[in-house]
């Protein structure tokens, strides 16, 4: 419900003046995405900086991305939760519009992963150690943002990558000098 009441105060109040994504100038704001592992629920936060190679109009993004997100596995002798921390760097092509409420991009991320998977045993007389998994994780992602006030915007990506991962984020994001 409240947060129906925040989208309904941004839309309302937002202004006439909207900008899409800008060289130059930080993006960064913080996502939840759907995890396709089940129904994972992941937080995350994402960081760019705009720029532009030579004398072009083609716009560029690189930052940081951080996700994490938790899910647990119920077998008959055992249960099993799972904890992940992602932490790498992004770099994005953004692709110009006419209509200047709209940034859609194509990126590519490059982070570690830290996983941990912690074992409940069911039956009397075993036990196992916490595992830790992960390792270098490459994906691909597409998204867009509609600008709603001159310097905050919805966000929406789509990611696919290695270890199995891939999710759809929604959020927000703000632009700052």
């Given at each position: 419900m409240i947060y129906k009441n925040i989208l309904f105060f941004l839309l309302l109040t937002s202004s006439v003046l909207f900008a899409q994504f800008e060289n130059g100038?930080?993006?960064f704001g913080p996502s939840v995405g759907f995890s396709f592992l089940g129904s994972a629920i992941q937080l995350g936060f994402n960081h760019?900086?705009?720029?532009s190679l030579g004398n072009n109009n083609k716009s560029f993004g690189v930052g940081g991305i951080f996700r994490y997100f938790k899910y647990s596995e119920n077998f008959i002798n055992v249960s099993t939760d799972y904890t992940?921390?992602?932490l790498g760097i992004?770099?994005?092509y953004h692709f110009n519009l006419s209509d200047e409420k709209i940034d859609p991009f194509l990126g590519v991320v490059l982070a570690y992963d830290f996983g941990f998977a912690d074992y409940k045993i069911k039956t009397a007389?075993?036990?196992v150690n916490e595992e830790k998994y992960g390792g270098v994780w490459i994906g691909v992602h597409a998204g867009?943002?509609?600008w709603i006030k001159e310097n905050i915007a919805l966000s929406t990506r789509i990611g696919f990558g290695t270890l199995s991962y891939g999710a759809l984020d929604v959020g927000f994001d703000y632009m700052i000098n």
């Amino acid at each position: 419900m409240i947060y129906k009441n925040i989208l309904f105060f941004l839309l309302l109040t937002s202004s006439v003046l909207f900008a899409q994504f800008e060289n130059g100038r930080n993006n960064f704001g913080p996502s939840v995405g759907f995890s396709f592992l089940g129904s994972a629920i992941q937080l995350g936060f994402n960081h760019e900086y705009g720029f532009s190679l030579g004398n072009n109009n083609k716009s560029f993004g690189v930052g940081g991305i951080f996700r994490y997100f938790k899910y647990s596995e119920n077998f008959i002798n055992v249960s099993t939760d799972y904890t992940d921390i992602l932490l790498g760097i992004q770099t994005n092509y953004h692709f110009n519009l006419s209509d200047e409420k709209i940034d859609p991009f194509l990126g590519v991320v490059l982070a570690y992963d830290f996983g941990f998977a912690d074992y409940k045993i069911k039956t009397a007389g075993y036990s196992v150690n916490e595992e830790k998994y992960g390792g270098v994780w490459i994906g691909v992602h597409a998204g867009l943002r509609y600008w709603i006030k001159e310097n905050i915007a919805l966000s929406t990506r789509i990611g696919f990558g290695t270890l199995s991962y891939g999710a759809l984020d929604v959020g927000f994001d703000y632009m700052i000098n």
